[in-house]
């Protein structure tokens, strides 16, 4: 009997569309048993029924029948129903079920068994089998996804693609199995950052499931096309119309995984539209799915979508418990890793940051991911920004956006346009000058200018925060005010606490400026407000900590001119009593000799910005440096940390700027004087 007869035999109707593509490789027998499914009741089969009595016959009649059970473990793995799977996978005689074992395990998270059982089906490939190499090049490719190799991974689904083409499967069963390689073709693509081959592969994906009334793999591409038109072309409407359509056929399909996946992609993209409680609601709803069916992997991914969420909130040390729970099961996951160094840079922990930066840098080293390429640039950008080490900030932000720039990821050049931004408002709020403030103000113009940037987004409502307070510190209220006044209301409808609190306390300062014209001087001298820009561009609840105010504490504070003479000291605890003579003595021997090498190194190429000496361990204590022009700061300390070090700087530069116009050497401070300094030390440490 052919499979044209055989086919005729059974209800068309009966067999889901998902599946069809088995009926022409199901023998006589293996149709009989099936259609006692139909028998065995007066009710329409719906899909989940058909399922369980697909996986059950296959089950109780294991190692009979080869292509049912084929069809059976197929089914397993689309519900993620690990123990048939691993049933079937493990008893059957049939190889082919090994690459669906292989892909549960990957589910679990058991990437190294799933190697393994890759391997074991290698002995029963033929090199002339083209339609078993391509089934084994995908589970491969697959293994390369989850180890982070995506580079490998695409060239491996590549060469599947190329034996699909050689086989010779019927027109369905290619279709079907083409639909499945590029299905994850453009989830490698997309995090390889090569968005236009990515859209290609996801259209083409979503045009051939219509065509095929394939429902999972409809689903499937419905979210990655939603996806792609609002991280990407940031069409929040359309992508949210085919998230939801998804969602509803997931729902009528009753697959718990898709149901899942479903939920997390729509909660990721509340996110995203500043939706923060709707979004972590259905972030948590699908978290108890996965949890209940066991997938490991996507429970690892939705629980960093959560800590995500919640570090959104300003719930910082939830989304610091969640993650170094994930990291404490696996410590070479780079999601977990770049959430662990955006939290620690949130918390101003940046020893932890670097700690973190430090280890993605060895971890992605020779895998290809340009937008893992792009977080380690971006992050260490950050790092420096908060440490007030502004220049150098500048430089690492400005590669991070060419790189995004050239891989056409504008999303990201985005980002990193906007912490660009932070940085040269921060840099007009210390030096300010004309030229800084253009500088600042261009790069507001050219983002505005940006196509993908919403009035209505988290990230236009940055820019004009960051604006407003470039036109605080230029001394024009009005127009401050007006963009301050609209942002209160917005923050206050998304429920942006800290981000509402930097808006009063500068909506506060201009009322009392402009009611207090005839004390501007003194008054703005003795009001300077200062915020990070971790608080000014993100949501927080529970980090409303002043930007330079660290949290360790020095011994005592040096001001030294640069003749070697201290100016000025402070100190921390009355029981410290180290010579401040002896120490600034000590100091200028030491940025004497930094300066003398400096002078005989220049001819070789010596970079002195990144040779100068800015600490220097002495016996139990160590001594943190910033040499200016006019003088010489220093403090001792226990340790040297990234807060101490950022707050020196800042402290640094706000006197720099404060004695611009002052001579240490033939002038001393006045009382004044004296007590500004004193003001900024107790601010800042």
């Not at 932000?397 to 050049?413: G, Q």
Request: hydrophobic share 40%; glycine share 4%.
């Amino acid at each position: 009997m052919n499979n044209k007869d055989k086919t005729n035999e059974m209800e068309i109707n009966f067999f889901p569309n998902d599946y069809r593509r088995h009926l022409s490789l199901l023998s006589v027998d293996e149709l009989e048993l099936i259609k006692q499914l139909k028998e065995k009741t007066t009710k329409e089969i719906d899909y989940i029924t058909f399922c369980e009595g697909i996986i059950s016959i296959a089950k109780k009649e294991i190692g009979k029948y080869p292509n049912l059970e084929m069809l059976a473990i197929e089914i397993a793995y689309d519900n993620r129903k690990f123990s048939d799977l691993k049933f079937l996978g493990e008893r059957s005689t049939n190889p082919s079920l090994l690459y669906f074992l292989s892909m549960g395990y990957l589910e679990k998270n058991l990437i190294k068994k799933a190697n393994d059982i890759l391997k074991m089906s290698e002995s029963h490939i033929e090199i002339d089998n083209n339609t078993i190499l391509h089934e084994y090049l995908l589970t491969k490719a697959m293994i390369s996804k989850a180890n982070g190799d995506y580079l490998g991974s695409l060239f491996t689904i590549m060469a599947a693609k190329e034996y699909l083409k050689k086989s010779d499967l019927d027109e369905l069963s290619f279709q079907t199995s083409l639909v499945r390689i590029l299905a994850e073709e453009s989830s490698v693509l997309l995090h390889l950052g090569r968005t236009t081959d990515a859209i290609n592969s996801i259209k083409e994906g979503l045009s051939l499931s219509y065509d095929l009334k394939n429902t999972f793999f409809t689903i499937i591409f419905e979210l990655y096309y939603g996806n792609f038109l609002i991280e990407y072309e940031r069409d929040f409407k359309s992508g949210s119309e085919y998230h939801k359509n998804a969602a509803k056929m997931a729902q009528k399909f009753r697959n718990p995984f898709l149901i899942a996946y479903s939920l997390e992609t729509i909660g990721v993209n509340l996110k995203k539209q500043r939706k923060l409680k709707e979004g972590l609601n259905f972030c948590e709803q699908a978290e108890v799915i996965f949890n209940e069916i066991g997938d490991e992997r996507r429970q690892r991914i939705i629980a960093n979508t959560i800590a995500d969420l919640h570090l959104s909130f300003g719930n910082n040390s939830k989304a610091l418990e969640i993650l170094e729970k994930l990291e404490a099961n696996d410590d070479s996951d780079l999601e977990t890793l770049f959430n662990l160094i955006n939290t620690h840079i949130r918390n101003d922990d940046l020893d932890k940051a670097e700690l973190y930066l430090a280890k993605g840098r060895d971890l992605i080293k020779g895998k290809g991911w340009v937008k893992g390429e792009f977080q380690l640039i971006f992050f260490e950008g950050l790092i420096n920004l908060q440490s007030g080490v502004f220049d150098e900030a500048e430089k690492l932000l400005l590669s991070a956006r060419d790189m995004a720039k050239e891989n056409n990821l504008e999303y990201l050049a985005i980002q990193a346009n906007i912490q660009l931004l932070s940085v040269l408002v921060n840099k007009n709020l210390i030096f300010q000058s004309k030229r800084n403030f253009k500088k600042a103000k261009d790069a507001i113009e050219d983002l505005h200018q940006m196509r993908k940037i919403d009035v209505d987004s988290y990230d236009y409502d940055s820019i004009e925060l960051l604006k407003a307070i470039l036109l605080y510190s230029n001394k024009e209220y009005d127009q401050a005010k007006e963009i301050f006044d609209v942002l209160q209301s917005n923050f206050e409808n998304f429920g942006e606490v800290t981000r509402r609190k930097i808006v009063a306390d500068y909506l506060e300062k201009i009322n009392m400026i402009t009611s207090r014209k005839n004390q501007i001087k003194d008054f703005e001298e003795d009001s300077e407000i200062n915020y990070s820009s971790s608080q000014i561009l993100n949501p927080s609840m529970d980090n409303n900590r002043p930007i330079y105010l660290t949290k360790d504490k020095p011994n005592i504070f040096l001001i030294i001119s640069d003749s070697g003479v201290p100016i000025y000291s402070y100190y921390f605890e009355d029981s410290f009593s180290m010579d401040k003579s002896l120490i600034s003595g000590f100091i200028t021997a030491i940025v004497l000799f930094t300066d003398e090498l400096k002078s005989t190194k220049e001819e070789k190429n010596f970079d002195a910005d990144k040779n100068k000496l800015q600490s220097i361990r002495h016996g139990d204590f160590e001594i943190l440096m910033e040499k200016r022009e006019k003088f010489v700061t220093a403090i001792i300390a226990d340790k040297e940390t990234y807060s101490l070090r950022r707050t020196l700087i800042t402290l640094t530069n706000k006197l720099e700027n404060y004695f611009r116009d002052f001579d240490f050497y033939y002038s001393d401070l006045s009382s004044k004087q004296s007590n500004y300094i004193k003001r900024k030390i107790v601010e800042m440490f």
